[in-house]
């Protein structure tokens, strides 16, 4: 079972559309979580952090259930500029940061 | 501030050649990572560091080796370049703590032929 594993996508959503990606993680002991975004032949930039209580920055909330080992990324009113891979990141208790595969979400007008 | 540099940008490689990614960061991070990007797939852990003269293997370590002999610096080292090694390599660097940001290079796209 891979590390980190997230929804294969890809998403193609029209603007204004309202988009969730999910994440599973394997190891229970990680202790930090974070979306990060990738725009194409750049390097990847974090979005944002996710907390235990879960997390809204504008359009964008995060969530973590740590009993399931699931954490969620939901994207309202999306935007053409949302067009990106975003990365589901995991990182274990010696910072050891595995990322996911990524979902590709294209927003269309 | 420069961030996380990575030199160099671009390079070609035969079969069996050897070569060595450079990667500084100027933000005094005791954390620093070694990671590749296969076309339309995520990113997979190579080595990193958790300070000077400290490495640990990732996912992916076959094929390569590091060094951390200074706080700012973490060379990849490429000894016998495989087809296989084509990819991106991407260098990030994070200052530590629970909840804390990883800054990226710009990427190395390699080549083996």
């Known amino acids: 079972r891979k590390e980190v594993e997230q929804d294969p996508g890809p998403f193609n959503v029209p603007e204004g559309a309202t988009v969730a990606f999910n994440c599973t993680y394997s190891?229970?002991?990680?202790?930090?979580f974070f979306w990060y975004r990738q725009d194409c032949r750049k390097e990847p930039k974090l979005l944002m952090s996710v907390y235990s209580s879960g997390n809204e920055d504008g359009r964008f909330t995060a969530q973590l259930n740590r009993a399931s080992q699931y954490i969620s990324l939901l994207i309202r009113d999306s935007k053409l500029s949302d067009s990106a891979t975003y990365l589901c990141v995991v990182n274990k208790n010696n910072n050891d940061m595995r990322f996911g595969a990524g979902t590709r979400l294209t927003v269309k007008p | 501030n420069a961030g996380v540099t990575q030199t160099p940008k671009f390079r070609i490689l035969k079969i069996g050649q050897s070569m060595t990614l450079q990667c500084a960061q100027d933000m005094n991070h005791n954390y620093m990572y070694w990671y590749r990007q296969d076309p339309g797939m995520g990113l997979k852990l190579i080595y990193y560091s958790v300070g000077a003269g400290i490495t640990d293997k990732g996912e992916v370590p076959n094929g390569y080796n590091v060094s951390r002999s200074t706080t700012e610096d973490f060379p990849l080292r490429l000894e016998l370049a495989a087809p296989s090694q084509t990819s991106v390599y991407f260098c990030?660097?994070?200052?530590?703590?629970?909840?804390?940001?990883?800054?990226f290079g710009q990427g190395t796209r390699l080549t083996v032929v």
């Open positions: 190891n229970s002991a990680s202790q930090s």
């Open positions: 990030a660097s994070m200052g530590g703590g629970v909840i804390t940001e990883a800054f």
